[in-house]
């Protein structure tokens, strides 16, 4: 067996490489990167330094304090990434920090730095320079270790291997197959210029955006593999930077099952280990909240230690609506809904060390990751918090990829240029050709400006000239075909102008959002570019008709016209009516199907909201209205209390429901919330004690029910909560609850209040129904009227709290 040994670069070219020696059958191949040679030759186990042993020994090196310029910085979230890079730009260009110390304070620091780095990682795990200096001393080995060296389609080399490369080149033959697109004066070793292929002909396209870039590749991608034109393995797509794009390819790709290989990894949310690390991450970084543990225990519940033995149903008897953002809320709403679950199920003494435990914060995230996720997510969870501390998980998480398990030897691959650039393909179409995409531009290192180090010392191989080189490559070798791609927009819709690095005189093509493509890349794209077989479809025709019946003068369908007897619609209007459903079946038919006979929500926006919107504030009002004069029946009663007894009455409900409320429905931040209920209180006190004095014996209640169906009957009501009511010359039945009545000692007054927390309308004496939205008045009227006896003097009002008075609008007699 000969031996012999192949340098490349990048994730792609390693596995190329891998499968092109697979299929050759080659005996005595070993694929190398330049580090990893390096630490062949050196022995020992030794290996070189990632980010997994760097960050955590740059973590320590801060925390060992003594620094003054770095000081500030040290506690940022950033500050180990940056310091990374600095350090890895240093040993790249092969600098002695040691020796630049007497320069500033600064690279006296960063020497420091270094010096404390190299002695926290662990044993065997070597920076580039020392690991280069370990396999200088060992390159006597070298031809009974590596035997023949080729290093393939490196674009260029660090100079911090180049003495490696000097001295192994006097032991073992060395041939650098170069494309000659950079400086190889300084190699040793044999250059073998290997011959490019004649390119084809380069031509330019240009999308409405990001998404339509990734929608004409996969396009052009099936196009080749369909006409027999190019392999899968033959076919590329790239960009200098591909976070732009990742997420379009990861959809459109999978709704076209395109074999496209993600050279760069898929991004680890996108996968459900992911997810369960993000819905732990949002519940520590922003607090307990019900959507977010329902979340958070859907991932968890029986993958995890803490809640293996956690019930299907532990949220049995939970309100819905309520937030659950404090521990002691999560306690008494656990209590509440444990005495009313019939299963007898307590899922308190599982769920409650974990709230205590999530209550904390990020500062357990280490320990909550160990309790509460599965085994994979939990490497996931544990590289994230490698990377950055607990408060930047939101970062970190977005930044981690996970291999996609496809074979690039069977796929086309969506890569970075760089990858690309190591292992070319004769079918290329390159993504973002735009002034700050190709190339990219250099950005000054924040640790070492250009004041303390030039940059050209510094960096001597910056990524513009990285992005310029790989352009050089990738298109050289592009024997088949070669496609430049450019936005005219970005995905804000800021206009771009072209990369320098397009050819002068290549021909232009607009490709429009909407044209129709000689070539669909799945099957909802070639339905929109054969009208004819969509209009077949059953799924499109429907949705072509509902969208032409919108706009025609007839009551179609879709307008809400039905069969006559519909069962659905007959058992809507069966059902026990509110004023709410009287209103929209009289004015807008077609909401009150989608609502009552359908059963259609909103879907609620915001968990915690920094106000409360109108409605839920007008409840709010009727809450605090309902437990003060309750708390003022039967004695001394509402009508004879006086001031101070409402505002004692009113301060002891407005307690209650600053308890209560958040267990049942959502609260604005603790602060915020102290506000409204102090405006929500004030507005109910002006609206108690707005009326002038009542008769003796006069009798008040609130919220009083009628129509209603499995409510508790209580002795002390006027009427029976379930008592049928309705409308007169109809069989259609009626259901409500009165905000306040008031009847006299001999029940022949009555006066029904209907609160309103928004200010008195205009020309308010002229309202009758207001378009349906005082119907409650008269239903209130047409209840009251039948459900108590003698005939009594009905007035129906609107208490308006923002004015003086209470005005009795368009009262019911009978």
Known sequence: MKRRSLIVEGPLAFRMSRIAAAQHAESGLQIFTLPLLAARLAGGFSRPAQSQDLDPAIRAALEAGGLTELEGICQLPGTTRAIARTLSKVWQADLDLAELAGRSARLAELAEVERRVRANLPAGVLTPRDLRDAAVRHTAHAAATLGSIDIDQLGEIASVWRPLLATLANTVPLVWRNLGTSNASWFPGQIVARARDAPANISLVSCANPRAEAVEALRWMRELIASGRARPDEIAICATATEEWDEHFLVLAADAELPLHFSHGLPVLASREGQACAALADVLLNG????????????????????????????????????????????????????????????????????????????????????????????LWTEALRRAPAEGLEFSLQDLRLPDGRDPGTSAVWCPASHLAGAPRPWVRLLGMTARSWPRRTAEDPLIPAHILPHAVLDPDPVTEQDRRAFAVITSQAAGSCVLSQSRRNAQGGQLSPSPLIPHGASLQFLKRARIPQH???????????????????????????????????????????????????????????????????????AFVWRYALGWRAVPEDDQPLTLDARAYGDLVHELLRRTVDALEPVPGYARASRQEIESALETATETVRAHWPLERSAPPALLWKHTLAAAAELALKALTLDETFQPGTRSWTELAFGQTGEVMTDDLPWRSDANVTIPGTEVRIRGSIDRLDLTDDRRGVCVSDYKTGAEPRRADEIVLGRGAELQRVIYSIAVSQLLPDNPRIIARLVFSRQRRAEALSPARR
């Open 520 to 590: 669909a890349f799945s099957e909802t794209d070639r339905l929109m570019a054969r009208p004819d077989e969509a209009a077949a479809s059953p799924a499109l025709a429907a949705a072509n008709l509902c969208w032409g019946n919108w706009r025609r003068p007839l009551v179609t369908a879709h307008d809400g016209q039905i069969r006559s007897d519909h069962p659905q619609i007959v058992r809507a209007i069966g059902d026990i009516q509110s004023a709410t459903s009287l209103r929209l079946m009289l004015r807008d038919p077609l």
């Open 288 to 379: 307990l909240g019900q959507d977010r543990i329902r979340r958070l225990f859907g991932h968890a519940a029986g993958r995890s230690r803490a809640l293996a033995d956690l019930p299907a149903n532990w949220s049995l008897g939970l309100q819905s609506g309520a937030a659950l953002f404090e521990i002691d809320q999560w306690r008494r709403a656990l209590d509440d809904a444990v005495g009313r679950r019939a299963d007898g199920g307590d899922p308190r003494p599982i769920v409650m060390p974990v709230f205590q435990l999530l209550a904390k914060g990020p500062e357990v995230a280490a320990q909550a990751g160990a309790m509460l996720l599965g085994k994979a997510a939990r490497a």
